[in-house]
């Protein structure tokens, strides 16, 4: 193939001069800024520290819609175990309903709440018949919202309890501890 | 240039010192690590208050029953009618041995649109407690003293748990292994009666 010349280019041959203006920066402010690459690669460097630092590969126990955890303090790191929660008037274990408190909450009175109950003794045995010579460890962590009455908690407390489950933790929002 | 130390490859056949790093993968790579780090971001720690239940276990007919002296426990008491004071009550199994009430304050704040219950006073008057009548105070000793709570069934969940964290607020040094650990000094049992 021959070799031509090389026509009429942008910038050189066409006159777009307002374009070549525009780029280079003649008269007026250009399109174009300068970024210093030392500062840049720093900036994304501790973005990429403090992420890190801050990340947990373990996940988050997911919170029901609808429940407000209270804060505390002195809190302790959640561990893997049966999720308990009270959204609304409902009772959910790991996500499938367990009975409801109104019962609990017409008679205001504590009462075993029985579907929870036989849900919770279920997953003990699944527990046990996988793991047989095993100690069962008996953990639950209860996810309630904080305007829940004492009566609704302390009916599921003592259902947990008699279900096998005699070590409950409450799940709240950890806090920075202030100065008292 | 003169006194300057020159990094660069030179003339002869050894490798040069420094090496150029590809400054457009480079970014890429970081860029993609802050969008991943920032995706699986989690900014609320979820965290757990223990409170275990005390329930009576299935009969051992096998097992010989020992006498054992029962503990000295720590009761804390929010049943007043009038929500104005609470009741801290050291019991050794059914004797009273030292009983003290504490003027309820409730600190009710506002973070995150959440409301949080605190009770200085109460942790204050707790701490001061267990100094002068808690059993398990020594480093070595890997038993906790143990407080039971008492509510009626009216109070808000955001109160048990204010007073569950002021219980947990008093801390003594504990012996893990061989480095000593600030650790709660108490276990608490959240009472269903």
Request: glycine share 6%; no cysteine.
């Amino acid at each position: 193939m021959p070799v031509h010349n090389p026509g009429r280019r942008l910038m050189h041959g066409v006159p777009l001069r307002f374009v070549r203006k525009k780029v280079l920066g003649f008269g007026s402010r250009s399109v174009a800024a300068n970024l210093s690459l030392t500062s840049m690669i720093d900036f994304l460097i501790v973005t990429v520290v403090f992420l890190l630092m801050t990340f947990s590969a373990s996940g988050e126990t997911p919170v029901q819609k609808g429940v407000n955890l209270p804060k505390a303090e002195n809190a302790l790191d959640m561990i893997d175990a049966p999720l308990v929660a009270v959204a609304g008037s409902q009772i959910l274990v790991d996500g499938a309903p367990a009975g409801n408190t109104r019962a609990i909450e017409d008679s205001k009175r504590l009462q075993r709440v029985d579907e929870l109950y036989n849900l919770l003794k279920g997953k003990r045995e699944t527990w046990k018949q996988a793991r047989p010579g095993k100690e069962f460890p008996g953990v639950v962590v209860l996810q309630i919202d904080q305007k829940v009455p004492a009566v609704v908690v302390k009916s599921v407390f003592q259902t947990a309890a008699f279900a096998g489950y005699p070590n409950v933790s409450f799940m709240v929002n950890a806090i920075p501890k202030s100065e008292h | 240039m003169a006194g300057g130390i020159s990094v660069e490859g030179g003339s002869g056949s050894r490798r040069a010192v420094d090496s150029e790093i590809n400054m457009i993968p480079m970014i890429d790579l970081l860029m993609v690590t802050i969008s991943f780090l920032l995706i699986t971001a989690v900014w609320s720690h979820m965290a757990r208050l223990n409170a275990d239940a005390q329930v009576p276990g299935p009969p051992r007919p096998d097992e010989e029953i020992t006498k054992v002296e029962p503990e000295k426990q720590l009761h804390v008491e929010m049943r007043d009618q009038d929500k104005s004071k609470f009741t801290l009550v050291w019991k050794q199994g059914a004797t009273v041995v030292n009983s003290i009430d504490v003027p309820r304050k409730d600190q009710v704040s506002m973070e995150s649109n959440i409301e949080v219950v605190r009770y200085p006073e109460l942790a204050a008057k707790i701490s001061e407690e267990w100094k002068n009548v808690g059993s398990h105070r020594d480093p070595t000793d890997p038993k906790l003293d143990q407080a039971v709570l008492h509510t009626d069934n009216d109070t808000p969940y955001s109160n048990i748990i204010g007073v569950i964290d002021a219980v947990y607020q008093t801390h003594r040094p504990r012996n893990l292994g061989s480095k000593t650990e600030p650790v709660s000094a108490f276990n608490v049992t959240f009472s269903v009666n």
